[in-house]
């Protein structure tokens, strides 16, 4: 079956623009992560969604970042007034909560480079 | 709070030797325990878990782990390295009262011909 889609694979932007980043999970996954990698760097948490709850917002850097999600389908990220510290991959993961079947899986990234 | 270490920016070893790439995790109550590995220019894809039960987990392309509750370890091996293993590994803990993991930085696995 399908995995977990990001679009776009890669995006440039000019400094002070808005981005958005799409995050399509598999089907039927609950529960869905957006994580940020700059270079060399480990994954660092952003957003959570479970459901129709409230998301965790807790990882976001700043208020130019926000998410959707839509129920349990397409999430979007948008950033904006990007800045140069914003250049960095930014990964999506789903997953099915519970202690047996929480194992994530991740899209393959947006790398966004802001000139 | 929950936190993890990788504590070696980078791993060096033999084809045909065996290898650990080390994780130690600190959080309240038992872990829920995980490991990533990261192929160039491409998502994290998962490895093994440790949830509850045997202590010796087994996961995908020949890899084990260990989980050392004493030790707060969860160190990542195989008996022996190919080439094809380079790549980026990342241990994650989780409280399982909560819902969002907490990676590590990664350690770099390089696999010498």
């Known amino acids: 079956g399908a995995g977990v889609s990001q679009s776009p694979s890669n995006k440039v932007t000019e400094k002070g623009k808005d981005v958005e980043l799409r995050c399509d999970p598999i089907?039927?996954?609950?529960?869905l992560y957006w994580y940020r990698q700059r270079l060399g760097q480990g994954l660092e948490f952003l957003i959570y969604?479970?459901?129709?709850?409230?998301?965790?917002k807790s990882g976001l850097p700043s208020d130019r970042f926000s998410a959707e999600r839509t129920g349990e389908s397409v999430s979007t990220l948008t950033i904006q007034r990007t800045q140069q510290e914003d250049s960095a991959v930014y990964l999506c993961a789903s997953s099915s909560p519970g202690p047996r079947t929480d194992t994530q899986y991740f899209g393959p990234g947006t790398r966004l480079t802001v000139l | 709070a929950q936190s993890v270490a990788q504590p070696e920016d980078q791993v060096n070893v033999a084809e045909g030797n065996p290898l650990t790439v080390k994780c130690t995790y600190s959080?309240?109550?038992?872990?829920?325990l995980f490991w990533y590995v990261q192929y160039p220019n491409r998502g994290l894809q998962f490895l093994l878990k440790y949830i509850t039960g045997d202590n010796l987990v087994k996961g995908s392309y020949g890899f084990e782990a260990e989980f050392n509750k004493s030790q707060t370890s969860f160190h990542l091996k195989k008996p022996s390295a190919l080439v094809s293993d380079s790549a980026l590994y990342f241990c994650?803990?989780?409280?399982?009262?909560?819902?969002?993991?907490?990676f590590g930085r990664g350690t770099s696995l390089i696999v010498h011909p």
């Open positions: 969604f479970q459901g129709n709850s409230a998301p965790d």
């Open positions: 959080v309240s109550g038992n872990p829920y």
């Open positions: 994650a803990v989780r409280d399982p009262r909560r819902y969002i993991p907490t």
């Open positions: 089907s039927g996954h609950t529960a």
